[in-house]
């Protein structure tokens, strides 16, 4: 009995000595594993470095492109408005005046002899040949020449106007097809304050002049030049405010 006591506890011990080598054995796997899984989750990948194959864009030199870029596929749209009107009137004119007859204002005016120049600026609506402008700039015409942007002109006659609105349309007679290039019209209901505005114009025979600005505010409401007996007149709403540079050099197109 003592033999086989004896055996069985010595299995025993083998068998606590081995479970608790397999156990120390799977603990020091475990440790090791933790320790690698740390040191690869602790190191952190390298960026990547993007080389740049040649310089970096410029944005003023980028809009700049632009400006100039519209600039030329506009121009040609944009044409000076030569007008010759009557008046019977030496308004503004002083009486002691060097110009002037010795006996005015005494003497007669006849409205054909004193006729006014007056210049503006238009652009071409179409391939027929009409061409929007101001009303102030044909008001009174008796003739209307149109100077494209490369010298070239053209006979024009009136449409029709809207002085309220100061808007008038004239049409050029036997003009090159070539040099009625329209400009592509834009939707007014889809600006926003804070867009860019490009005005191109001939103000005051200064061919060629570009400004920009941006839009300042929309829906805005002016007085139209109507007038009643009884003071009241019109408006004209949704105008759209800017802040492009209205001066004798840089009045728009």
């Not at 602790?42 to 519209?70: F, R, Y």
């Not at 100077?147 to 100061?166: K, N, Q, R, Y």
Request: charged share 15%; glycine share 8%.
């Amino acid at each position: 009995m003592k033999k086989t006591t004896l055996f069985v506890t010595l299995l025993i011990l083998l068998a606590l000595t081995a479970c608790t080598s397999a156990s120390a054995s799977a603990t020091t796997a475990d440790t090791a594993l933790a320790a690698n899984t740390t040191q690869e989750v602790a190191a952190p990948a390298a960026a990547p470095v993007i080389q740049s194959d040649g310089p970096v864009a410029d944005p003023l030199l980028s809009e700049q492109d632009t400006l100039i870029n519209l600039y030329e596929r506009v121009n040609p749209s944009v044409v000076s408005i030569q007008v010759t009107s009557s008046s019977n009137s030496l308004s503004g004119l002083p009486e002691d005046h060097p110009d002037l007859p010795d006996n005015f204002p005494d003497l007669p005016i006849d409205p054909q002899a004193i006729p006014q120049q007056s210049q503006g600026s238009g652009f071409i609506y179409d391939t027929d040949g009409h061409i929007i402008t101001n009303n102030h700039v044909i008001a009174d015409a008796t003739d209307i020449t149109v100077i494209f942007w490369d010298g070239t002109e053209a006979d024009a006659t009136l449409v029709g106007t809207d002085p309220d609105s100061d808007v008038a349309v004239i049409q050029v007679e036997d003009a090159d097809p070539a040099m009625l290039q329209p400009v592509p019209v834009g939707d007014s209901e889809a600006l926003k304050v804070g867009q860019f505005v490009i005005a191109i114009g001939n103000p005051f025979g200064l061919a060629n002049s570009m400004t920009t600005g941006i839009v300042s505010g929309l829906g805005r409401m002016l007085p139209a030049g109507t007038t009643f007996a009884n003071g009241v007149g019109f408006t004209i709403p949704d105008i759209i405010q800017t802040d492009a540079a209205i001066n004798p050099g840089n009045s728009g197109g």
